[in-house]
């Protein structure tokens, strides 16, 4: 099955300083992977995702991903954090059931952003 | 549009008591799913539907009942509720499977169990 690590509970950065945020996946076959960002007493909202093609993907709010197969990571990243950026980020694969696809959550990366 | 929505937001009960979570969506979304959301444990997935009729378990279903009898709604029932099942619940759908189409979240409900 299909699994997600996520590196770190917990993230402090400056504002104005470079965010990065750790996902290492397990999968046996090629990934579809996804980073959400959930605000304080707010759903799951999606970033970004990979599935095919380009290993960079752009998302929302300046975030990025890049895909490395060799390091089996998808970490997430932004320049130059805003306060507003502090949330709960989550990292999660998909996996196929054979009559439909789930995804796999990992455990989350609160990240605080500081003056 | 009202996107996903959930009710109620908050809700406390008792050991033993049972009680359905609502969940509607009006994107007309085939796919809809619950999850619940523990400290430190990310979100786990109960059950999920890919379309009115259709339903299957998830990684954590124990102690949860769901059915779909319409594209819009899917409700979560849990029979006899445990102290184990405190937690916060979302809901989830999208217009195709997750893995190829965006899902959209509810607000959540916080459940409590005595």
């Known amino acids: 099955a299909q699994s997600v690590t996520q590196l770190g509970s917990h993230v402090s950065v400056s504002e104005g300083a470079l965010v990065l945020l750790r996902c290492n996946y397990s999968s046996s076959v090629p990934p579809y992977l996804f980073w959400y960002v959930q605000y304080p007493n707010q759903g799951l909202q999606l970033l970004l995702k990979?599935?095919?093609?380009?290993?960079l993907v752009k998302g929302i709010n300046g975030f990025e991903a890049e895909f490395k197969k060799s390091e089996t990571s998808f970490h997430l990243t932004k320049p130059s954090a805003h306060m507003s950026d502090a949330a709960e980020y989550f990292c999660?694969?998909?996996?196929?059931?054979?009559?439909?696809?789930?995804?796999?959550f990992g455990t989350g990366t609160r990240l605080q952003v500081t003056l | 549009n009202a996107g996903v929505t959930q009710t109620p937001k908050f809700q406390v009960l008792k050991t033993g008591q049972s009680m359905t979570l609502q969940c509607a969506q009006d994107?007309?979304?085939?796919?809809m799913s619950w999850y619940r959301q523990d400290p430190g444990m990310g979100l786990r997935l109960i059950h999920y539907s890919v379309g009115a009729g259709i339903t299957d378990q998830g990684e954590v279903p124990n102690g949860y009942n769901v059915s779909r009898s319409t594209t819009e709604d899917f409700p979560l029932r849990l029979l006899s509720a445990a102290p184990s099942q405190t937690s916060v619940y979302f809901c989830?759908?999208?217009?195709?499977?997750?893995?190829?189409?965006?899902?959209?979240f509810g607000p959540g409900t916080r459940l409590t169990v005595l």
């Open positions: 994107m007309n979304h085939e796919y």
């Open positions: 999660a694969v998909s996996e196929y059931t054979g009559t439909a696809s789930k995804l796999t």
């Open positions: 990979y599935t095919t093609g380009a290993t």
């Open positions: 989830a759908s999208s217009y195709s499977m997750p893995d190829t189409d965006t899902q959209y």
